[in-house]
Nanobody, 121 residues
Framework: QVQVVESGGGLVQPGGSLRLSCAASGSIFRINGMGWYRRVPGKQRELVAAITSDFSTNYADSVKGRFTISRDSAKNTVYLQMNSLKPEDTAVYYC???????????????WGPGTQVTVSS
């Protein structure tokens, strides 16, 4: 099994910054990509940012220029640096890891439990 755990959420004022971290562990042969998603109550979960094994990145239009995703492949960890935060960034942020299991050599998709980010004065 593969476990994914997020950390770094909290309360921040508009215009402030937060850095989220996400670590994947367990029976991992290879991670192909990791990403951050968010969900606001009453809305569908949406992609925020994603990064592949060759460090290609993809961002939602609403966060381009403000958020930066990065990855430490050796630690199976991904980060989300969030700057110039807005109240509309308030959501539960989830981390996702996609890869190959070293037990079955089949693909896996694992999600973390989520971390709350609240942007408010």
């Amino acid at each position: 099994q593969v476990q994914v755990v997020e950390s770094g959420g909290g309360l921040v004022q508009p215009g402030g910054s937060l850095r989220l971290s996400c670590a994947a562990s367990g029976s991992i042969f290879r991670i192909n990509g990791m990403g951050w998603y968010r969900r606001v109550p009453g809305k569908q979960r949406e992609l925020v940012a994603a990064i592949t094994s060759d460090f290609s990145t993809n961002y939602a239009d609403s966060v381009k220029g403000r958020f930066t995703i990065s990855r430490d492949s050796a630690k199976n960890t991904v980060y989300l640096q969030m700057n110039s935060l807005k109240p509309e960034d308030t959501a539960v942020y989830y981390c996702n890891a996609v890869g190959i299991s070293k037990i079955t050599y089949s693909s896996f998709t694992s999600w973390g439990p989520g971390t709350q980010v609240t942007v408010s004065s």
